[in-house]
């Protein structure tokens, strides 16, 4: 291991490199998270614009959105954690954490 770590450090990025570094496994899978979330999202439609700064900023990729239809959004609640920063980032200030025990 101490010579490949040497080698390592002296051998310039090459396809050499990634060959001594060996393959990465990114093998995903999900679960029902949204069981413990405290707070959801509510989106007031009359003043989304629908630019998916939401969705691109969400951490777990929950959001959907349906450009030209009602609703604009749609969230996956099974995999929604509650973290609020689609809340924190929407640039027209639509969406609002509510509590999840008043959630309709």
């Keep these: 291991m101490r010579v490949q770590l040497e080698q390592l450090m002296t051998t310039p ?17 999900s679960s029902n998270t949204g069981s ?3 707070e959801r999202p509510r989106v007031d439609f009359s003043t989304c614009i629908q630019c998916g700064t939401c969705r691109m900023y969400c951490p777990a ?14 969230f996956q609640w099974d995999y929604c954690k509650g973290c609020g ?12 954490m509510i509590s999840e025990r008043s959630a309709e």
């Design 36 to 38: 413990w979330r405290i």
């Design 85 to 96: 920063i689609c809340a924190n980032e929407c640039p027209k200030h639509c969406i609002q």
């Design 61 to 74: 990729d929950v959001i959907t959105i349906h450009k030209g239809q009602q609703p604009p959004l749609e």
């Design 13 to 29: 990025k090459s396809s050499e490199y990634k060959t001594i570094l060996g393959p990465c496994a990114y093998v995903f899978t």
